[in-house]
């Protein structure tokens, strides 16, 4: 091979070794940002709970923990709606049903 050829080999190596790094940079910013929204989001979740717990910064965790087994366990189950197949939207309760002929 000449030398000019293993030059553009070399380099084309470099340019594989750069974009690689920049693939694990990118790779990196992308999972930091997850953990940081689901950080985010339990926060919120968890104030939004909180809001709802009387005297809920005396408490301790398990406590929590039980409270709010309890409190799922014994719900009754939530009321079946019509929804739409592709949107998973409650479907409007009036009018027409195209599939019955019902209305």
Same mark, same amino acid.
């Given at each position: ?22 693939? =694990? ?10 953990? =940081? ?27 929590? =923990? ?15 709606? =019509? ?21």
């Amino acid at each position: 091979m000449s030398k000019s050829r293993l030059d553009k080999i070399a380099s084309y190596e470099e340019q594989i070794a750069e974009l690689n790094n920049r693939k =694990k940079q990118e790779m990196q910013k992308h999972r930091t940002e997850e953990r =940081k929204a689901r950080t985010r989001r339990l926060i919120e979740r968890g104030a939004i709970l909180e809001s709802f717990i009387p005297n809920a910064d005396s408490l301790n965790n398990e406590q929590v =923990k039980t409270l709010l087994q309890e409190a799922f366990d014994t719900a009754p189950p939530p009321a079946k709606t =019509k929804t739409s197949a592709q949107s998973g939207v409650p479907a409007p309760s009036g009018g027409d049903d195209c599939m019955t002929g019902t209305g």
